[in-house]
């Protein structure tokens, strides 16, 4: 049954990948706002994972810091989702989601910042690396696309907001571990009164669905993105190595990528395949797990991947 369970692992992580791929598909067809589709998406999520913390018993954290870490992710989750959406309206799916899987740097940042976490020179390099490759992304995008200036900083700044919104499930399983359904409840919430205001300002006109196609889009995007690829995804983590794992991630953005040049039609010249093959080499070398000589270095990102994705 081990030996099943592992196997199943890695097809089970690169399918929630793709599905979360697929979900740039669906921001880029509906006419709803970036930060309109952030708040259907977690409301949506949010009631699924209600009903499933409900059916299984899970109990809401005692401790109220754990409830306001918990929140505060779905803050920033929010963020990430609204800045990510505008940046696929202005750049493209491929493009804005490789953009926001650099989240792995500013991870490393705050290690760095925040926990005294001190990086190899792998991870030193790969970030010189991903710097190169989002050059060579940008230079041909920037000649012909007048919005990409706003596309590229969506995405980058999309990649930080998810990485705060780690770190803060990351306190919130250090002050109070708290069930996986309940601990998504409190990030759908979160996120769900983050995006009210700024819905508002930002998408009049542009929040609700227009048609019942629509309706049905904006349903999928919010349970199979947010909830079976998000179940996916943390059910194969735990069971893989950091460098499988950094490895596989890498689907999303590569499935992306081919859906905005295949189905979009997207224009991608060799250089900017050329920048998009580097900046995820770089993001997979920034992923590595340290030698273990030198893991006392690294408790931030070691009990990061061990514990939050349960």
Known sequence: MATASSRAAPISLVIGCIIFGLGSLIVAHVDIGGWAMSFWRLAISGIV???????????????????????????FLGLDLALWHESIYAVGPGISTLLNSLQIFFLAAIGF?????????????????????????GS?????????TWGFVTGIVSGAMLAAS????????????????MLMQLISIGG???????????????????????????LIYGT??????WGLIAYSIPKLSLAL??????????????????????????????????TMLAIYLGSLKPKPHSLRRYRFFSRFYKRDYK
């Not at 983050?194 to 609700?208: N, R, W």
Request: hydrophobic content about 55%.
């Open 166 to 181: 780690m770190t803060f499930i990351r306190k919130t399983h250090d002050t109070e571990p708290t069930p996986i359904f």
């Open 245 to 278: 794992t950094g490895l596989l991630l890498l689907t999303e953005p590569i499935a992306a990528l081919v859906i905005d040049y295949s189905w979009l039609d997207k224009p991608i010249n060799g250089l900017q395949w050329g920048g998009a093959l580097l």
């Open 113 to 137: 910042l925040y926990f005294n976490e001190r990086q190899s020179i792998v991870q030193i390099i790969s970030l010189f690396l991903a710097m190169l490759g989002v050059a060579m992304i």
């Open 224 to 229: 199979v993105m947010q909830c079976l690829a």
């Open 140 to 148: 041909p995008e920037f000649a012909h696309n007048s919005a990409a």
């Open 49 to 75: 994972f209600a009903i499933l913390a409900k059916v299984m018993r899970q109990q809401m954290p005692q401790s109220k810091r754990a409830i306001f870490y918990g929140l505060l992710s779905g803050a």
């Open 192 to 218: 769900v009164l983050a995006m009210i205001v700024p819905m508002f300002i930002f998408d009049t006109g542009h929040i609700l669905p227009n048609t019942w196609s629509e309706i049905g889009w904006v």
